[in-house]
């Protein structure tokens, strides 16, 4: 059974930072790419950022410049460094783990921007 664990979420003021991370375990294979997605209410679940096991990135144009993902590929373990959040940026953070065409997430934690 692989699962994935997100840890990190809050709340927190507009232009303050949080740090997400994502432990992945039942797995011995390390995932071609890791990434995190976000679901803010009544909206689709849309990228943030991914990384491929061998570091290349990319970024949703909105979080260009503020995001920064990372991955420990020892611990199957992906990153999110968010800084100068927004309200906009409001939404449940969803870990995902692509490995070839299976794909797993986490359940998600919930990032709160306020004004």
């Known amino acids: 059974q692989v699962t994935l664990v997100e840890s990190g979420g809050g709340l927190v003021q507009a232009g303050g930072s949080l740090r997400l991370s994502c432990a992945a375990s039942?797995?011995?294979?390390?995932?071609?790419?890791m990434g995190w997605y976000r679901q803010a209410p009544g909206k689709q679940r849309d990228l943030v950022a991914r990384?491929?096991?061998?570091?290349?990135?990319n970024y949703a144009d909105s979080v260009k410049g503020r995001f920064t993902i990372s991955r420990d590929n020892a611990k199957n373990a992906v990153y999110l460094q968010m800084n100068s959040l927004k309200p906009e940026d409001t939404a449940v953070y969803y870990c995902?783990?692509?490995?070839?065409?299976?794909?797993?997430w986490g359940q998600g934690t919930q990032v709160t921007v306020s004004s």
């Open positions: 995902n783990g692509n490995l070839f065409t299976n794909d797993y």
């Open positions: 039942g797995i011995s294979l390390r995932f071609n790419f």
């Open positions: 990384i491929g096991i061998g570091g290349s990135t």
